[in-house]
């Protein structure tokens, strides 16, 4: 086989994988468990659905930080006096407004 | 009588030497020095524009959306039809597949949000990311403790050039460039991991594993070794272990994401 190429299984392989037989409690036991973990998850869905706060399109969107907007974007210098007098008398534009 | 008292520092005017500092910290981009320095208008046009986070946050989710589309079309779609590579047969297939299409709504979500301001959406987007970083998780650390512990070339690819095929671009951007993107997106962006969401990952994971089942009784192979049935009890054991991985990892990343949260909501 040439070792650059992928393996391609024949038709026969397929059809010989296919048809062979598994043990039927290995089979049994993937089934109950599989079962058991998709009721755990849909009990779980249940019991913590009004728990979910909607999550606001705004915020899926931003940045982290004060609303996702750097000190480069705000037009004033931010200096001590700044940002004191922004909590005295928040501007209407101000990032803490 | 006493002396009413003195209005605190903050309250009072501006001193004039705080106003003249002002007049001189702040851009003088007056209409004359646009005029003769136009160069200059733009560049901080540039950075008061491009330098806004949420623009920058936004134009990161585009380029990795824009990175899966190229996964999808390249390696998924071309490479698989020209070698029959593996095409979505294994469970970091699934999830980077998810990781774009989430990554396509954030961006959508950060650069257009008037457009896209659909609460819906919104919701269904947030449920995908939490179901996209646990699945992640587990088949990154799955794919290296397979690299490690496991190696499984010839079942991979079908050839034996260990430790090669876990090094092809494709599979270290489903094993490693996608952890890296979840972390950025993390620490930059602000979408939180509801407790809600850990249902919704183990039914992405049952899905994952009912495919797997029918590629065992259409081909006969199972994509994971340790998964199929003719492996025996431990296969039963591996599955098990899966699903309680992404339990773990679900929490672990919960853990991380409040804490970022409670860090931000500092005043």
């Known amino acids: ?97 | 009588m006493p002396r009413p008292p003195r209005p605190s520092r903050i309250a009072r005017r501006p001193s004039g030497c705080y106003r003249v500092a002002r007049r001189l910290s702040t851009p003088l981009l007056t209409r004359g020095t646009k005029k003769r320095f136009p160069f200059l208008f733009l560049t901080t046009f540039f950075f008061r524009s491009v330098l806004r986070r949420r623009f920058a946050l936004g134009l990161g989710r585009l380029a990795v959306f824009a990175f899966a589309v190229f996964f999808v079309l390249y390696h998924l779609c071309y490479e698989n039809i020209k070698h029959h590579t593996d095409g979505m047969e294994y469970l970091s297939d699934w999830t980077f597949v998810l990781l774009g299409a989430v990554f396509g709504m954030f961006s959508a979500f950060s650069l257009a949000p008037e457009t896209f301001a659909s609460e819906n959406v919104a919701d269904l987007a947030v449920v995908a990311h939490s179901v996209m970083w646990p699945t992640n998780i587990l088949s990154t650390i799955g794919a290296w403790y397979s690299f490690v512990f496991f190696p499984q070339c010839v079942a991979l690819e079908g050839v034996d050039n260990y430790p090669w095929c876990y090094l092809e671009w494709y599979r270290l951007s489903e094993h490693g460039l996608n952890m890296i993107m979840l972390g950025l997106d993390g620490y930059f962006g602000n979408v939180p991991i509801r407790r809600g969401d850990l249902g919704h990952t183990l039914v992405f994971m049952a899905v994952y594993t009912v495919w797997t089942w029918y590629l065992q009784f259409t081909t006969g192979k199972c994509p994971y070794v340790m998964f199929d049935f003719n492996a025996g009890w431990e296969s039963v054991a591996w599955f098990n272990a899966a699903m309680a991985g992404v339990v773990v990892a679900f929490f672990l990343v919960k853990k991380a994401y409040d804490a970022r949260d409670a860090k931000n909501a500092k005043p």
């Open chain 1, 1 to 97: 086989m040439n070792t650059m190429d992928d393996y391609i299984p024949s038709d026969a392989e397929v059809v010989e994988g296919a048809s062979q037989k598994r043990p039927a409690a290995i089979l049994v036991a993937h089934l109950i468990s599989m079962v058991l973990w998709v009721a755990f998850a849909m009990y779980d869905i249940h019991k913590h659905a009004a728990g979910n706060r909607a999550v606001s399109p705004a915020r899926v969107g931003a940045a982290n930080g004060k609303l996702g907007v750097t000190r480069y974007a705000i037009p004033r210098p931010r200096s001590a006096m700044t940002r004191a007098r922004a909590r005295v008398s928040p501007r209407p534009n101000s990032a803490r407004a």
